[in-house]
Protein backbone atom coordinates (compact mmCIF):
# COMPACT_ATOMS: atom_id res chain seq x y z
CA UNK A 1 0.00 0.00 0.00
CA UNK A 2 1.47 3.48 -1.10
CA UNK A 3 2.19 4.54 2.38
CA UNK A 4 0.93 8.16 1.77
CA UNK A 5 -2.36 6.60 1.28
CA UNK A 6 -2.20 4.59 4.50
CA UNK A 7 -0.92 7.33 6.34
CA UNK A 8 -4.49 9.18 4.98
CA UNK A 9 -6.25 6.19 5.65
CA UNK A 10 -5.11 6.19 9.56
CA UNK A 11 -6.45 9.53 9.54
CA UNK A 12 -9.77 9.19 8.63
CA UNK A 13 -10.23 6.28 10.39
CA UNK A 14 -9.23 8.11 13.80
CA UNK A 15 -11.15 11.05 12.94
CA UNK A 16 -14.62 8.59 12.21
CA UNK A 17 -14.12 7.32 15.26
CA UNK A 18 -13.77 10.85 17.62
CA UNK A 19 -16.52 11.19 15.44
CA UNK A 20 -18.69 8.15 17.09
CA UNK A 21 -16.79 8.62 20.79
CA UNK A 22 -17.26 12.04 20.81
CA UNK A 23 -19.51 13.48 24.19
CA UNK A 24 -21.02 16.90 25.02
CA UNK A 25 -19.59 19.56 26.64
CA UNK A 26 -18.94 19.12 29.98
CA UNK A 27 -21.06 22.21 31.58
CA UNK A 28 -22.17 23.27 35.05
CA UNK A 29 -25.41 20.70 36.10
CA UNK A 30 -27.18 24.11 37.44
CA UNK A 31 -26.89 25.84 33.74
CA UNK A 32 -28.33 22.41 31.92
CA UNK A 33 -31.05 22.25 34.38
CA UNK A 34 -32.46 25.48 33.27
CA UNK A 35 -31.49 25.53 29.41
CA UNK A 36 -32.08 23.56 26.42
CA UNK A 37 -29.90 21.70 24.00
CA UNK A 38 -30.48 22.24 20.32
CA UNK A 39 -28.24 19.98 17.52
CA UNK A 40 -27.16 21.95 14.55
CA UNK A 41 -27.92 21.53 10.97
CA UNK A 42 -25.75 23.17 8.05
CA UNK A 43 -22.39 23.38 9.95
CA UNK A 44 -20.73 20.34 8.36
CA UNK A 45 -20.42 19.85 4.62
CA UNK A 46 -20.45 22.38 1.30
CA UNK A 47 -19.31 25.53 2.07
CA UNK A 48 -20.89 27.24 -1.27
CA UNK A 49 -24.12 28.56 -0.11
CA UNK A 50 -24.17 27.00 3.46
CA UNK A 51 -26.95 27.93 5.73
CA UNK A 52 -27.47 26.87 9.62
CA UNK A 53 -30.39 26.07 11.46
CA UNK A 54 -30.75 25.46 15.17
CA UNK A 55 -34.06 25.87 17.71
CA UNK A 56 -36.21 29.01 16.36
CA UNK A 57 -32.93 30.49 14.20
CA UNK A 58 -31.74 30.41 10.43
CA UNK A 59 -28.97 31.71 9.33
CA UNK A 60 -29.19 32.97 5.29
CA UNK A 61 -26.45 31.75 2.94
CA UNK A 62 -23.36 32.71 4.65
CA UNK A 63 -20.92 35.15 2.94
CA UNK A 64 -16.85 34.45 2.88
CA UNK A 65 -16.32 38.47 2.42
CA UNK A 66 -18.28 41.33 3.25
CA UNK A 67 -20.00 43.09 0.98
CA UNK A 68 -20.67 46.38 2.57
CA UNK A 69 -19.37 48.00 5.56
CA UNK A 70 -22.23 50.10 6.32
CA UNK A 71 -21.40 52.87 8.73
CA UNK A 72 -20.00 50.62 11.92
CA UNK A 73 -16.19 51.63 12.99
CA UNK A 74 -14.99 48.17 13.22
CA UNK A 75 -15.85 46.45 9.99
CA UNK A 76 -14.56 49.99 7.99
CA UNK A 77 -11.51 49.68 10.30
CA UNK A 78 -10.87 46.18 9.47
CA UNK A 79 -12.57 46.30 6.13
CA UNK A 80 -9.08 45.17 4.45
CA UNK A 81 -8.72 42.07 6.79
CA UNK A 82 -8.62 37.91 5.46
CA UNK A 83 -10.91 35.42 6.59
CA UNK A 84 -13.91 37.47 7.02
CA UNK A 85 -17.79 36.09 6.96
CA UNK A 86 -20.83 38.00 7.02
CA UNK A 87 -24.61 36.68 7.20
CA UNK A 88 -27.73 37.14 8.65
CA UNK A 89 -29.96 35.26 11.09
CA UNK A 90 -33.42 35.07 11.83
CA UNK A 91 -35.84 33.72 14.47
CA UNK A 92 -39.42 32.60 13.61
CA UNK A 93 -40.93 35.99 14.33
CA UNK A 94 -38.60 37.46 11.77
CA UNK A 95 -36.68 39.68 13.63
CA UNK A 96 -32.74 39.64 12.14
CA UNK A 97 -29.24 40.27 13.14
CA UNK A 98 -26.81 41.07 11.11
CA UNK A 99 -23.36 39.55 11.60
CA UNK A 100 -19.67 40.75 10.07
CA UNK A 101 -16.82 39.09 11.59
CA UNK A 102 -13.00 38.01 10.49
CA UNK A 103 -10.44 36.15 11.64
CA UNK A 104 -6.21 36.31 11.86
CA UNK A 105 -5.78 39.90 12.13
CA UNK A 106 -3.25 41.16 10.15
CA UNK A 107 0.15 41.79 11.40
CA UNK A 108 0.20 45.83 10.47
CA UNK A 109 -3.39 45.85 12.14
CA UNK A 110 -2.76 44.64 15.32
CA UNK A 111 -1.81 48.01 17.42
CA UNK A 112 -5.17 49.34 15.46
CA UNK A 113 -7.25 46.21 16.97
CA UNK A 114 -5.71 46.64 20.05
CA UNK A 115 -6.92 50.37 20.39
CA UNK A 116 -10.65 49.16 19.09
CA UNK A 117 -11.00 46.93 22.04
CA UNK A 118 -8.67 48.38 24.89
CA UNK A 119 -6.26 45.03 24.48
CA UNK A 120 -2.53 43.94 25.01
CA UNK A 121 -0.90 43.07 21.60
CA UNK A 122 -0.10 39.64 22.48
CA UNK A 123 -3.31 38.40 21.33
CA UNK A 124 -2.53 37.91 18.06
CA UNK A 125 -4.40 34.88 17.29
CA UNK A 126 -8.26 36.93 16.51
CA UNK A 127 -11.42 36.43 16.03
CA UNK A 128 -13.73 39.68 15.75
CA UNK A 129 -16.47 41.46 14.54
CA UNK A 130 -19.65 42.87 15.35
CA UNK A 131 -23.51 41.74 15.37
CA UNK A 132 -26.39 44.58 14.94
CA UNK A 133 -29.75 44.82 13.38
CA UNK A 134 -31.72 46.98 11.15
CA UNK A 135 -34.81 47.41 13.46
CA UNK A 136 -32.09 47.63 16.74
CA UNK A 137 -33.76 44.25 17.67
CA UNK A 138 -30.34 43.08 19.63
CA UNK A 139 -28.78 46.72 19.72
CA UNK A 140 -24.97 47.04 18.21
CA UNK A 141 -22.16 44.54 19.93
CA UNK A 142 -18.67 44.30 18.65
CA UNK A 143 -17.32 41.04 20.01
CA UNK A 144 -13.80 39.55 20.14
CA UNK A 145 -12.56 36.18 20.68
CA UNK A 146 -8.77 35.99 21.67
CA UNK A 147 -6.54 33.12 21.12
CA UNK A 148 -9.71 30.95 20.60
CA UNK A 149 -7.57 27.83 19.93
CA UNK A 150 -5.61 27.85 23.25
CA UNK A 151 -6.67 25.34 25.56
CA UNK A 152 -5.76 23.76 28.72
CA UNK A 153 -2.00 23.85 29.27
CA UNK A 154 -1.08 26.29 26.35
CA UNK A 155 0.81 29.99 27.19
CA UNK A 156 -2.04 32.20 26.38
CA UNK A 157 -5.50 32.16 27.98
CA UNK A 158 -8.61 32.09 25.57
CA UNK A 159 -10.26 35.27 26.70
CA UNK A 160 -13.47 36.45 24.80
CA UNK A 161 -16.31 39.15 25.52
CA UNK A 162 -19.09 40.83 23.84
CA UNK A 163 -19.19 44.75 24.53
CA UNK A 164 -22.62 46.96 23.27
CA UNK A 165 -22.96 51.33 23.27
CA UNK A 166 -24.14 51.51 26.70
CA UNK A 167 -21.26 49.41 28.55
CA UNK A 168 -22.96 46.25 28.82
CA UNK A 169 -20.86 43.04 28.22
CA UNK A 170 -20.97 39.36 27.71
CA UNK A 171 -18.27 37.38 28.51
CA UNK A 172 -17.26 34.13 26.40
CA UNK A 173 -15.26 31.53 28.60
CA UNK A 174 -13.80 28.49 26.85
CA UNK A 175 -14.55 25.12 27.56
CA UNK A 176 -11.82 22.51 27.13
CA UNK A 177 -13.09 19.15 29.14
CA UNK A 178 -16.42 16.53 27.60
CA UNK A 179 -18.89 14.96 29.79
CA UNK A 180 -18.53 11.58 30.05
CA UNK A 181 -20.23 8.55 32.38
CA UNK A 182 -17.10 8.77 34.83
CA UNK A 183 -17.63 12.79 34.89
CA UNK A 184 -15.68 15.49 33.05
CA UNK A 185 -12.80 13.93 30.64
CA UNK A 186 -9.64 15.34 31.23
CA UNK A 187 -8.73 19.04 30.11
CA UNK A 188 -7.48 19.29 26.50
CA UNK A 189 -4.75 21.17 24.83
CA UNK A 190 -7.83 22.59 22.72
CA UNK A 191 -10.79 24.37 23.20
CA UNK A 192 -14.54 21.84 22.09
CA UNK A 193 -16.70 24.61 22.95
CA UNK A 194 -17.71 28.29 24.63
CA UNK A 195 -19.89 29.46 27.36
CA UNK A 196 -21.96 32.84 27.41
CA UNK A 197 -21.89 34.67 30.48
CA UNK A 198 -24.33 37.93 31.14
CA UNK A 199 -23.98 40.01 34.18
CA UNK A 200 -22.36 37.46 36.16
CA UNK A 201 -24.79 34.61 35.31
CA UNK A 202 -24.44 31.73 32.74
CA UNK A 203 -27.23 31.99 29.75
CA UNK A 204 -25.81 29.63 26.69
CA UNK A 205 -22.92 27.74 24.94
CA UNK A 206 -21.98 26.36 22.08
CA UNK A 207 -19.83 23.42 20.86
CA UNK A 208 -17.64 23.79 18.12
CA UNK A 209 -17.17 19.92 17.89
CA UNK A 210 -18.64 17.93 14.70
CA UNK A 211 -21.92 19.14 13.74
CA UNK A 212 -21.80 21.77 16.91
CA UNK A 213 -24.39 22.15 19.67
CA UNK A 214 -26.48 25.16 21.00
CA UNK A 215 -27.51 25.78 24.88
CA UNK A 216 -29.75 28.47 25.57
CA UNK A 217 -31.16 29.40 29.03
CA UNK A 218 -34.87 29.13 28.63
CA UNK A 219 -35.67 32.29 30.81
CA UNK A 220 -33.95 34.89 29.07
CA UNK A 221 -35.58 37.71 26.53
CA UNK A 222 -36.36 36.73 22.78
CA UNK A 223 -33.71 39.89 21.65
CA UNK A 224 -30.97 38.20 24.14
CA UNK A 225 -31.42 34.89 22.68
CA UNK A 226 -30.97 36.32 18.74
CA UNK A 227 -27.83 37.70 20.68
CA UNK A 228 -26.46 34.19 21.70
CA UNK A 229 -27.51 32.58 18.62
CA UNK A 230 -25.59 34.87 16.39
CA UNK A 231 -22.61 34.91 18.44
CA UNK A 232 -23.07 31.07 18.52
CA UNK A 233 -23.07 30.93 14.62
CA UNK A 234 -20.44 33.15 14.46
CA UNK A 235 -17.96 31.03 16.68
CA UNK A 236 -18.64 27.49 14.48
CA UNK A 237 -18.47 29.21 11.60
CA UNK A 238 -14.62 30.53 12.27
CA UNK A 239 -14.12 26.92 13.18
CA UNK A 240 -15.67 26.00 9.61
CA UNK A 241 -13.32 29.05 7.72
CA UNK A 242 -9.82 28.47 9.76
CA UNK A 243 -10.54 24.63 9.00
CA UNK A 244 -11.11 25.55 5.04
CA UNK A 245 -8.04 27.75 4.88
CA UNK A 246 -5.56 25.26 6.78
CA UNK A 247 -6.90 22.69 4.50
CA UNK A 248 -6.71 25.07 1.67
CA UNK A 249 -2.85 25.69 2.42
CA UNK A 250 -2.23 22.03 2.53
CA UNK A 251 -3.15 21.21 -1.38
CA UNK A 252 -0.80 24.26 -2.07
Known amino acids: MNPLFKSLTVAVLIALLFTACVQPLYLPADFKQTATAYEVKGKQGWMINQRMSFAEFQTGKV ?24 FTITNQEGA ?21 F ?15 SPADTVGWWNFALLNPD ?32 EGPSPRSPENYGFEFWLEGRMVGAVSVVNNGMVWLSNDIAPNQRLL ?16 EVANQNMSI
Open 228 to 243: LAALASSIMLRNNLTE
Open 96 to 116: VAEVMALSKIKSQELKLFSDF
Open 150 to 181: EGWGKERQTIGFALNKTGQKLEIKPVNQLETK
Open 63 to 86: KRGWTSTYSIPFLIAFEGGKEKIA
Open 118 to 132: SIPLKYENTFAGTIF
